[in-house]
């Protein structure tokens, strides 16, 4: 009974960050609540596979993210991102000022919008580095790319981005005119 | 020092630099406004994007309030468990064995039901033949699948090479003897009264074949029309639209057709599966019948048993061993004889002329239109069914619990589902079908014939989840949604019960669940074009 609270305890403290996570990893909400679900099914199996010298949370998100990128990956998502392109990413200077012009005055709502029409696993990169906070080492880890090639992921995934949000920008324009 | 580059300046702000390498960028940045201004535009689109992402947006939903409750099922598995074994002895001894005693009488001694599932007994005999043909499109099969999954963990050329390799080796090993003669899609195929072919002769995809000649062999076909007038030493299995047996048959006869000429003699046994057959008066079957049709004619010599499951029989013939017959009408003509025992279950009684010469008192069973209440059997075969479905749900659930929530989602979009569920309901067989006629399909027909079958039964679940659902309101946990699976089984079983209206009930879960069910596999292949195209599904 003890350990039921316990459990039920950890369920109230991190199922609304995780369905976040899910929200933001998976394509639809179905499939984020399905996702936490299963999710927390495998922490409690898992329970005693964490290691209490680490963060809860980071493997909570460790957990999270296995889950959610072989969830993409049985779906046969496209993979878009291979080691042979990694490679041949430009080594550019862009310019500052357009950057800034892009970003300026940008909605979460709207970078969300933009997310959802990225790939997966750039959408998955992005999510596992700037809301789960999970280390170079750790998304290397989940995603199966080598660590070196963490940066270059995270870099393509920013400019798929800002695609993105031009491309959003531009239809909304056009839908006011 | 020339500009740095973006990557370089993402890596620093993300404290990924080695320390020397930091050290310098950092020392570059305080003099050049350019890089400066580069740095701080990344972390100011780092910032826009931890915003966005850590936005409470959304709320927790209700379904998912409570913590996914696993220790409260063992009672499920328990009551499961039990009721599965004692599903499988009803069957057994209900049902499968009794089967079994029927087709021995039938002529099938030997042939048990387990070996003639097998592909062992001889219903199936003749595919042997084929199983080089078989064989190479299984392997392929196989190593598109080896290749698929060892793709992800093998670098690429690897894995070609190795799986290549392997197919390559096992082609080349040497084939076995005596193949035999195949031919493939032609429009007709005759086997002139002359020719003899000393050897099983298979014709696939053939529009129309006529067989004057011998065949020293069994005869395989799939095609629209099959005439036989020659002489066939082996067995005949044949899937066709129009089927005429003329000639002489040393084996035994298979059918699968849409109407069944014979008017020749079967040496063995014959099955039958058609929508009309007749055996006319020449016809003569040296051992047992067993026919499941729409309607027949059965005149000429049965030697032995006849077994018959007929819309619409009528009875002219000799049967040397006992008829045992389903049928809704059905007419014993005055030169019909029957040498054994004669059983008949139906609605209404048959019509036996006073002039046929039956060896014994028939043995009629009329129907009962309604199910006996007062029968204890009646109840244990309801828990039965209940349990049947029950554990097919609990199964279905928690191997799949993403997919079966999207299903009942699914079922209760009351329009589209029964749009798509009437579509599915008829579409899947004839397509199915139409698959199965070219033999490079065949695999593909049966599979989807089976998956039509699974979602057929499994549409009373989803139905049954949302009924539940609907009347108990949505469920937070495993618990919560196998009880409410539980009931509304329950609830649909009784319904189905329901005079008039049942038939009406069960039509209706099955379109709607199976609407459900090709509703969540449309959803979850958009979604994944979605995902791989880009478009928003956010």
């Known amino acids: 009974m003890g350990s039921n609270e316990a459990w039920g305890e950890l369920y109230r403290l991190h199922a609304a960050q995780i369905f976040r996570f899910c929200r933001r990893a998976l394509p639809s909400r179905e499939d984020a609540e399905d996702a936490t679900m299963e999710i927390f099914l495998k922490v409690r199996e898992k329970l005693h596979q964490y290691d209490a010298s680490r963060p809860f949370t980071a493997w909570l998100y460790k957990v999270a993210a296995n889950h959610c990128w072989d969830l993409l990956r049985r779906r046969r998502v496209r993979q878009d991102l291979e080691t042979a392109d990694v490679d041949e990413l430009p080594l550019e200077h862009p310019d500052p000022g357009q950057l800034e012009q892009l970003i300026v005055e940008r909605s979460g709502q709207e970078v969300r919008r933009a997310l959802g029409r990225l790939p997966a696993r750039s959408r998955m990169a992005l999510v596992l580095r700037y809301y789960s906070d999970l280390s170079y080492d750790e998304i290397a880890d989940s995603l199966g790319v080598r660590r070196a090639f963490v940066g270059v992921v995270l870099l393509r995934a920013r400019h798929q981005l800002r695609d993105a949000l031009l491309e959003g920008g531009a239809a909304r324009a056009a839908g006011a005119t | ?538």
């Open chain 2, 1 to 538: 020092m020339s500009h740095v580059d973006e990557m370089t300046c993402l890596l620093y702000l993300e404290g990924q630099l080695e320390r020397p390498r930091a050290l310098e960028l950092s020392a570059h940045v305080e003099g050049c406004g350019e890089c400066r201004a580069l740095l701080h535009a990344l972390e100011r689109e780092s910032r826009l994007l931890v915003g966005a992402l850590v936005e409470e947006d959304e709320a927790l939903p209700a379904r998912i309030a409570a913590p996914p409750a696993r220790g409260a099922t063992p009672w499920a598995w328990i009551v499961s468990f039990g009721l599965a074994a004692a599903g499988a002895y009803t069957l057994w001894t209900g049902i499968i064995e009794p089967w079994q005693q029927q087709m021995s009488q039938a002529g099938f001694e030997g042939t048990n039901l387990l070996t003639l599932v097998l592909f062992r007994g001889a219903l199936w005999k003749g595919w042997g033949d084929m199983l080089n043909l078989l064989q190479v499109v299984a392997l392929a099969t196989l190593g598109i699948v080896t290749f698929s999954l060892l793709r992800r963990s093998w670098r690429r050329w690897t894995t070609i090479a190795v799986v290549m390799g392997a197919v390559a080796g096992v082609l080349l090993l040497p084939p076995q003897a005596g193949a035999a003669e195949i031919r493939h899609k032609a429009e007709a195929y005759v086997l002139a009264k002359d020719e003899v072919i000393k050897n099983d002769l298979i014709l696939l995809g053939t529009a129309n074949g006529r067989i004057d000649g011998t065949v020293e062999g069994d005869l395989i076909f799939f095609g629209r029309s099959l005439e036989v007038n020659g002489h066939v030493t082996g067995d005949i299995i044949g899937f066709a639209q129009l089927c005429e047996i003329n000639g002489t048959v040393d084996g035994n006869l298979r059918i699968v057709a849409n109407t069944l000429l014979v008017r020749g003699p079967v040496s063995k046994n014959v099955t039958v599966f058609a929508e009309h057959a007749s055996f006319k008066d020449k016809s003569q079957v040296g051992g047992g019948a067993m026919l499941f049709a729409g309607d027949a004619t059965l005149g000429g010599r049965i030697n032995r048993d006849l077994l018959g499951f007929i819309k619409s029989s009528t009875l002219e013939s000799y049967v040397g061993g006992d008829v045992s017959m389903r049928s809704t009408r059905m007419t014993v003509s005055s030169n019909a004889e029957v040498a054994g025992k004669f059983t008949y279950r139906g609605p209404v009684r048959p019509d036996i002329s006073p002039q046929a010469k039956l060896a014994s008192p028939p043995e009629i069973h009329i129907d009962q239109r309604r199910p006996e209440y007062a029968s204890p059997r009646f109840y244990w075969h309801f828990a039965l069914q209940w349990g049947a479905g029950f554990i097919f749900g609990l199964v279905v659930f928690l191997l799949m619990p993403g997919f079966f929530h999207e299903v009942v989602r699914s079922s209760s979009r009351y329009g589209p589902a029964l749009g798509f569920g009437a579509l599915t309901l008829f579409a899947i067989p004839i397509l199915a079908v139409i698959a199965c006629i070219t033999i490079v399909g065949l695999a593909v027909g049966i599979g989807a014939l089976l998956l039509w079958i699974v979602a057929l039964y499994s549409a009373q679940v989803f139905v049954s989840v949302w009924l539940g659902e609907t009347l108990l309101g949505p469920s937070s946990g495993t618990g919560g949604t196998i009880g409410r699976m539980a009931l509304g089984i329950l609830i649909y079983k009784v319904a189905r019960l329901l005079p008039y209206i049942g038939p009406f009930v069960v039509l209706g879960t099955i379109i709607l669940g199976m609407g459900g069910i090709a509703l969540a596999l449309y959803n979850r292949t958009r979604s994944q074009t979605a995902m791989a195209a880009g478009p928003a599904a956010a």
